[in-house]
């Protein structure tokens, strides 16, 4: 599960369960090549279910999906992995809880942080936010050139994360991430295969 390829890492927000569903398969057709549940206000009972559906879904298809925060959700499923951010469980926990073979993420914003959750048994980093988002209002932000320092102060792959549209990917170019996290881009689309291979073309110009 280690060889993953992070280029297109889909994010979810809420939606009507049919539809989120529908967005999650299409866009998986579109070329996102990580789905990461993230559910906030859900209550432990319906996000186990929904984490099952999608977890269908993505076998289907063989993508990796990791759970956001939830490590007893993500063991309860058998997920493939588990992203935290710095206010969440310590990556050093997360990963004596779900093992060696799993995925673990973590979010930073600094070249400390990153340098940190690679030595605490990261396997990639989400390092952000690179341009502004409505997605999460607190979060961090980081410029282009902070981001390179990123990348090039860890071994593991550095993923963008926040507001990453499809007009904005080349500026991305010279930073050697190697993946770009999008939320609204896909989860707002009328479209979502169709986004998805739109952004899945712009990075591979990068």
Do not use: W
């Amino acid at each position: 599960m280690k060889d993953i390829d992070y280029s297109l890492y889909l994010v979810t927000d809420n939606k009507n369960e049919k539809e989120f569903l529908e967005i999650i398969e299409e866009s998986i057709k579109g070329g996102v090549n990580l789905v990461q549940l993230r559910e906030k206000t859900l209550d432990t009972k319906n996000f186990f279910n929904l984490a099952l559906k999608v977890k269908k879904i993505c076998s289907n298809y063989n993508i990796p999906l990791i759970i956001n925060d939830r490590v007893d959700i993500a063991i309860a499923i058998d997920a493939d992995g588990v992203h935290v951010g710095q206010d969440d469980m310590p990556c050093t926990v997360v990963r004596k809880m779900i093992g060696k073979n799993k995925i673990v993420g973590v979010s930073t914003s600094t070249v400390e942080e990153s340098i940190k959750a690679e030595k605490d048994g990261a396997d990639y980093i989400g390092s952000g936010a690179v341009f502004n988002t409505s997605t999460k209002d607190d979060a961090p932000s980081i410029t282009k050139n902070e981001l390179k320092k990123v990348v090039e102060s860890v071994s593991i792959p550095t993923i963008a994360i926040g507001g990453i549209t499809q007009e904005n990917i080349k500026e991305f170019k010279g930073t050697k991430i190697k993946g770009i996290s999008v939320v609204s881009a896909i989860m707002n689309s009328d479209n979502p295969k169709l986004s998805a291979e739109k952004l899945k073309d712009e990075f591979n110009k990068l």
